[in-house]
């Protein structure tokens, strides 16, 4: 039995809806997943029901954008209570952060020549987590970019002309808030950022795993952060990082996490559930 526990649908920038995602999952082979949309759990419910009627087990989650100094870094927040008030709030921020970046990403590509209308992107988004791939897309339906990877190289990535900088929560707060809601903070393909001096500052701040299976790792990069993760006790997750068709090829099927990692999540999850505060049921004192 295995498990993806990093996918994106279309309510952030995925392109399959939250049915065909756990079509795909079902296709695989894949007994568990985990949704894990930037900024939003909106897809959570219909993803739930969906694997609940395909027969597998569905994990709430979703993928953060935060910064610990100067770092950026990702952060999954998993068994997430979709219903948290505070999550909900805050991620509407975040929502909100991203609207407003669309805007000023298009207003600079405005300013270069490029007669892109920010209502494009947002059509073409159709969801209230909008993000980069989206405005890659647009450029490609408006023929000013071949494909994806120009629209980035030209004018999307870091310090390119159409790049903003992007208002991230801090790490420490993610951690938080994912806390909060009932969740389990763990680090997303650290493989990527090569950033491991902040990984103990996290673990400190409650940092629960470390995602050390990634499409973008490689073999000796996962050994590495299992290590890492051994030495601090953390728990392991791995997940695809599936965009549906937006980069080529789909990656879901590619991560096969073995399920005992999933077990020793769920087991956290529940044990976190459990008020520390609360006192030990009563044991009558015989007299
Ligand atoms: P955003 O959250 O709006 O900053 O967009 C981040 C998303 O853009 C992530 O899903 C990345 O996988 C994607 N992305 C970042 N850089 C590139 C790139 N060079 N080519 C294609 N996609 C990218
Ligand atoms: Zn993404
Ligand atoms: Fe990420
Ligand atoms: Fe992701």
Known sequence: MFADLHLHTNFSDGTYTPEELVGHAVRHGLSAIALTDHDTVAGCGRAAMAA???????????????EIGDTELHLLGYSLDVTNPQLLDEMAQFQEVR??????MVARLNRLGIPLRADAVFTLANCRSPGRPHVARALVQGGFCADLDEAFERFLKKRRPAWVPKFKISALDAIKLVHQAGG????AHPGLNRTDEIIPELVEAGLDGLECFHTKHTPST???YLRIA?????????????H???????LIGRIKLPFEYVELLKERARARRIPESSPP???PTPR
């Open 230 to 242: 051994r030495e601090h006790h953390l728990l392991v997750t791995g997940g695809s990082d599936c």
């Open 52 to 66: 609940a009627q395909a027969g597998i087990d569905f994990i709430p989650a979703a993928e953060l954008t935060a």
């Open 222 to 224: 996962s050994e590495h």
């Open 281 to 283: 049921p009563s044991v």
């Open 244 to 250: 549906g068709m937006s980069k080529g090829q789909p």
């Open 184 to 187: 389990l903070a763990v680090m």
């Open 99 to 104: 609207q407003n970046r669309i805007r000023e």
